[in-house]
């Protein structure tokens, strides 16, 4: 029987409310349930992973949340960025204003649902990659589990001390090894790194470019399973 999502709209009013996002409960609601947050790739919206999420077919809530900043009508990003002489320039303003906001939306859903607090997850795509990226590494504890697809480490980013700090953070890289857009030479780095910060470490490389596809929803799919089960 094909199950009923019900999809909620919040629209922030000023810039210290929560980001816009939907909502998408299991078929059958339970106490503690896992949750999974996802942030879309620069010029997209929410809308992105409506593929993943039908694909995931879980028992945990799936908030897909949406960038502040929107440039077109129905396009957003979490910041602003450009190459000058081969380097990247991000807007750090804005990156840390949508990662407060992020972070902002995160506790009012655990507020508001029965959300189980050991079972917290993100996951992002290209630059909503990067933002799980900078999320991970400034908050280890509040998640389970992140993955990124299709990204890079953000430009500037900082580590917490002591490094145990990551030892229960579970990371899942994704790449496409056609990428045109960010070479695996940046999906290296983001593993490389987390390894030696002693987190769980799981890097998947598919034969595709800068998108994603059944075989990466499988592997996104198979490793929330095995951790959301632990």
Do not use: C
Not at 18 to 31: A, D
Not at 75 to 92: A, H
């Amino acid at each position: 029987m094909k199950r009923l999502w019900l999809i909620l709209f919040v629209v922030p009013l000023s810039a210290q409310e929560p980001l816009k996002y939907s909502i998408h409960f299991p078929e059958i609601t339970q106490s503690n349930m896992a949750v999974l947050f996802l942030m879309h790739g620069y010029g997209n919206n929410e809308k992105q992973f409506n593929e993943l999420i039908e694909e995931l077919n879980s028992n945990f809530l799936i908030v897909s949340m949406r960038a502040p900043f929107n440039f077109m009508l129905t396009k957003y990003r979490w910041y602003e960025y450009s190459i000058s002489n081969g380097d990247t320039l991000s807007n750090q303003a804005q990156i840390n204003e949508s990662t407060n906001k992020i972070i902002q939306t995160i506790e009012l859903i655990k507020k508001e649902y029965n959300v189980d607090e050991q079972k917290v997850f993100i996951g992002g795509f290209s630059q909503g990659g990067i933002m799980s990226y900078k999320l991970a590494l400034l908050y280890p504890n509040k998640f389970k589990g992140t993955f990124v697809h299709s990204g890079r480490l953000p430009v500037e980013y900082s580590i917490k001390e002591p490094n145990s700090l990551y030892n229960n953070l579970n990371i899942l890289i994704i790449h496409g090894s056609k990428d045109r857009g960010l070479s695996t030479k940046w999906a290296y780095q983001g593993k490389d790194l987390f390894e030696k910060l002693g987190a769980n470490t799981n890097y998947y490389e598919a034969k595709i470019g800068h998108k994603m596809n059944k075989a990466t929803y499988g592997k996104i799919k198979q490793w929330l399973y095995t951790l959301v089960d632990e």
